[in-house]
């Protein structure tokens, strides 16, 4: 079992003074009654009271106070907006942790646990990836089949993610690509603080603390896969292999670790496109380079701070002086809409580390690291630079 959780009970419920009512609709919907007259301690007794191995309302309790952050409200706006939830979203004079409530009270499909799932992946910062050519292109016709396999043989091979109690695996289409992501689940024992002293309260609740990623991408039959642990990465693609392929042989050779390419930067004279009539915008605003002088290895850095940054790398490029030059790492600013989560500081380094907060369009990120042919072998089709 993992480290034991802490939780303010008096920060939580006093955040909801003046508004008691809506922890009294909550309470009721898992059979409990809000304490009168309401104070933090007796409605935190209240929530402890008779619950199981697994007490839900403690669950779902942990759930909001994670979401009760400023990070939480981008991602509850987020999720509204992709959910097409009716109602204005909360705004600034609503706490956070009333517009959690709000979010679980909107009860549209599965909003909030894919905003607790974007609140997950907005905490991966990017492992490494290892990209697997299989014998053949193949489409997966059923994803529901395909998905159920694939668990299926991840469960069988849980002792391999130490402390892993179950896998829970969403995924999406992304045109020819079925995107995977993967959540190893484990526990924590729940302490409730109360001010002065404390009560514990002994219970266990599923995190999701580790995120896997598998692109397979039909039209080729590549699967790329992201995970922090080389053994990981050999139990998913073998996983995904019989699971979903029914061969498990599927992916024979050996895996290439070399998924970023960073010299195209200097071949493409530095200009990233993106979509025409996106609106989308791009900056690099770092470019780390390891140059070789008079026969000796240097690191230049430029970064955003220096506004001709571009100019000067043309400039050296035009000068013959990045010819023995190579790309080491990269940081780019892509805006995808006005949102904050909207605006991803990516950073690309080595031959296969990739970061960015993963809360929201990480699909497009990894589409326009394609389109640029910074990432993956295929071909990519180029569009002109809006």
């Known amino acids: 079992m993992s480290k034991s959780r802490k939780f303010n009970a008096r920060r939580f419920f006093d955040a909801f003074q003046g508004h008691e009512n809506e922890l009294a609709t909550l309470f009721t919907h898992f059979g409990r009654t809000l304490p009168e007259p309401f104070t933090t301690e007796s409605t935190a007794r209240e929530a ?14 942990y759930q909001l106070n994670d979401l009760a952050s400023t990070k939480g409200r981008e991602i509850i706006e987020a999720t509204a907006a992709s959910f097409a939830i009716p109602g204005d979203v909360p705004g600034t004079d609503v706490t956070h942790q009333r517009a959690a409530l709000w979010l679980w009270n909107a009860d549209k499909d599965d909003a909030f646990e894919s905003a607790m799932d974007r609140l997950a992946a907005s905490g991966v910062q990017g492992g490494q990836i290892a990209l697997f050519p299989g014998k053949s292109a193949k489409l997966i016709e059923d994803d529901a089949i395909a998905l159920a396999g694939f668990e ?71 699967l790329e896969i992201e995970a922090g642990q080389v053994k990981h990465r050999e139990v998913l693609r073998n996983s995904f292999a019989v699971g979903v392929m029914s061969d498990d042989s599927f992916f024979p050779m050996e895996q290439s670790t070399r998924v970023l390419n960073l010299q195209k930067l200097i071949g493409m004279d530095f200009k990233l496109p993106v979509r025409p009539g996106s609106g ?68 690309l380094s ?12 990480a699909d497009e990120v990894y589409q326009y690291l394609r389109h640029w042919t910074l990432m993956g072998n295929r071909g990519v089709e180029e569009q002109s630079a809006a």
């Not at 506004?307 to 805006?335: F, S």
Request: aromatic share 8%; net charge positive; proline share 2%.
């Open 48 to 61: 402890c009271k008779d619950f199981g191995a697994v007490d839900p309302l403690t669950v779902l309790l």
């Open 152 to 222: 299926t043989q991840l469960n069988a091979n849980i002792a391999s993610w130490k402390g892993a109690e179950r896998f829970i695996v969403h995924h999406y289409r992304d045109g020819t690509m079925l995107v995977i992501l993967v959540f190893c689940e484990r526990t924590a024992e729940v302490h409730w603080e109360l001010e002065p002293g404390t009560m514990a309260v002994k219970t266990r609740i599923g995190r999701p603390v580790i995120q896997d990623v598998l692109f397979y991408d039909q039209s080729t039959g590549e």
């Open 350 to 361: 080595g031959d296969n580390r990739i970061k960015f907060n993963r809360a929201s369009h």
């Open 280 to 347: 989308h915008q791009v900056q690099i605003t770092g470019v780390t380079l390891k140059e070789f002088i008079a026969r000796r290895s240097f690191t230049s850095d430029f970064t955003a701070n220096r506004h001709d940054v571009i100019a000067m790398l043309r400039a050296k490029k035009a000068e013959g002086l990045l010819e023995k030059a190579t790309v080491h790492k990269v940081r780019i600013e892509l805006i995808l809409g006005p949102g904050r989560l909207d605006r991803k500081s990516i950073e």
